[in-house]
């Protein structure tokens, strides 16, 4: 099970972007029909491909490598929607969770698991700040703004 894991967990950061923070934009614009016929899409998508990773392979990590595939495709469906209407760079969000997802299966392939995690704890930390200075820059500038006027 500790294999099957290793390979679904990154889908956890998919699936918790699109349940959390999309399904809430998509609340937010009156659009949760448009949301739910995606996802049954999606679902009916991922019935075929667990279907086929069992049948041409047979075992669970080929189906749980279905799921994250399916997954990634689950994010891009639901991002079209702010794509086409307010164009949206879904590319650096998408190369970001691709990135952090292989940094993911590459560190957890040593046997190690505290150096392992300490490792990918620090290229988390370092594709985060990389790929999100600025937005990190300005919640820091608030906080200290805030902790001032707190203060005085």
């Known amino acids: 099970s500790?294999?099957?894991?290793?390979i679904i967990l990154p889908g956890l950061a998919i699936s918790s972007a699109i349940t959390i923070v999309m399904h809430n934009y998509y609340k937010s614009f009156g659009k949760e029909t448009n949301?739910?016929?995606?996802?049954i899409i999606i679902l009916v998508l991922s019935a075929i491909?667990?279907?086929?990773?069992?049948k041409i392979f047979g075992t669970?990590?080929?189906?749980?490598?279905?799921?994250?595939v399916v997954m990634l495709l689950w994010y891009i469906l639901?991002?079209?929607?702010f794509i086409k209407n307010y164009r949206v760079n879904w590319i650096k969000n998408f190369?970001?969770?691709?990135?952090?997802?292989?940094?993911?299966y590459l560190i957890t392939c040593w046997?190690?698991?505290?150096?392992?995690?300490?490792?990918y704890l620090l290229?988390?930390?370092?594709?985060t700040y990389t790929f999100y200075r600025k937005d990190i820059n300005v919640i820091i500038k608030k906080l200290f703004k805030k902790k001032r006027r707190n203060n005085l």
């Open 35 to 39: 949301f739910f016929i995606k996802s």
């Open 123 to 127: 290229f988390l930390s370092i594709a």
């Open 60 to 68: 669970p990590e080929a189906i749980s490598i279905a799921s994250i």
């Open 95 to 104: 190369i970001y969770m691709l990135l952090v997802a292989a940094g993911f």
């Open 111 to 119: 046997n190690i698991w505290w150096a392992a995690m300490i490792v």
């Open 49 to 54: 491909a667990n279907f086929i990773a069992y």
């Open 2 to 6: 500790l294999v099957i894991f290793r």
């Open 78 to 81: 639901i991002e079209s929607y």
